[in-house]
């Protein structure tokens, strides 16, 4: 596999998901691997041996990486993404900076794949809800017609970053809470909206009716959502669990949890059943480790899908 | 207030939920109360000095209690409610033995009370996620015809006893996770299954679409329920907070938490805005102190709304 030696930069390496992205990288062999992040971080050696550099827009741009994957936060995305794609690398972004930019891919491998190769050098890596719900949304979409979907979301708190976890650990449990920690755009956080507008994006369906509640619960890791459905066509639960079964990355359990989550790369779904409050409507529950599939691990297959189709120069 | 002096029993008085019931009838200047639980506790004396009794038969049946609170399991209240009735107490059982049962009135006041006054010895008390529901759906179905319900929950471990409050306390945070620990009923928790079929009774609308996914969530005390609804007649989000405003022992707040639930005996709503998902759509989040007005406070309203009408010997 020759895209092994990709040169491959990590943006935001000692953040949460900056973390799992070097572990990842080093499980999957690559062996030219370089990590950025703010000068308060530069020069720091990491456990496994590489040293920070600090991302500076002249460091980016030097031309000397085939893939950059950022995992800052939006401004920083903003600021210092078309610098790594002025020096000849494909960005692939985590943040929202370029999520709903026309003309830029939102990318889930699993469900809109092909979408990556018409890159312009940004890819950007959707929120860490919308990538498990648009896994599990696809093949039901494509088997019945989607109507309408309702999520609430159960949030673990390494989705606001490596401080949040801190703070949850320092914190005496009985003053642990639920929370909205997010900005608001209206009536909605900007996570509800955000839910909305990719998941959209993803699958292409423009006007798909979408209503979601994202809360905060004082988990560390994996994200969890309750999710109603309504197809155009029937589909019955056991048939939706065949699909479900044989869709990538995505595995039919009883009972999806955040810490099984956190041991394996598939989205977990279950309690597939009727809904009892709709005609042709679907009730799932799922769950997704954030910082892997929801994050780090997306944004490595998108780089990987591109490495494969040679859409980058290594 | 002559009732006051009520003869109160506190049935399961050591557990989460009999402990906040004792506190809250001092506090409510009750002189007349005695604690009973299982023979493991019975010679206890509790913090205000009053000594547990074992809960027997002969001891409920004695003929010396006006009013019984029940707060035990359902098989412990199956064999001891009918004791305390046969003694002439009216008890409030808030087990799920009775709920159901036709002829024993299911009792929010501020939604059903009236309802209390058909009582023939036993008057149940709804589960701590129904309370609040029905607190909020009430209004709201007045003004305009409720269709249709969704409902996940976030519900905290004190809900489960004070044993599963003992055990979150003690596992360390890395550990916490949310799960489903209920028993199973069908493809359903028999949490799901009782929030549909109780909400149904207390609203009197046997019909009710209602569909829910009950989640336990690593918080000590508090529930917490993001709602979709779709009436009848459309509802402007500005109308139904006017509504839920006026809803007694219900207080509009812009994001309710389970912490804040817990300092107020109120039932706590926000998030109110349209369901983008759906016409006459509305989404909106609750918490509720589910040992005080979920549970406890609840029991004790519905006592003194029979006290008040004497329809108690007191």
Known sequence: MPERDARIGVVGATGAVGTVTLRLLRERGYTNV????????????LDDGIVVEEATPDALAAGDLDVALFSVGTSASRELVPHAVRGGAVAVDKSAAYRLTPGVPLVV??????????HE???ANPNCCTIPL???LKPLHDAAGLRRVRVSTYQSVSGAGAQRMETLLAEPQAEHDLSMDWAWEGDETDEEAKLRAETRKILELPELPISATTVRVPVLVGH????????????APEEAVQLLGAAPSVRVVDVPTPRASTQTDDVLVGRIRPDRAAENGLVL???CDNLNKGAALNAIQI???LLA?????A
């Open 34 to 45: 370089r990590a950025f992040a703010s000068g308060r971080s530069a020069g720091r050696e």
């Open 109 to 118: 491998p699993e469900v809109n794949g092909e979408r990556a190769l018409e």
């Open 121 to 123: 050098g940004i890819v």
């Open 134 to 136: 648009t896994c599990v």
């Open 224 to 235: 969890a959502e309750a999710v109603w459905l309504e197809t155009e066509r029937p589909l």
């Open 285 to 287: 529950f799922l769950a």
């Open 303 to 305: 780089a990987e899908l």
């Open 309 to 313: 189709r040679q859409r980058v120069a």
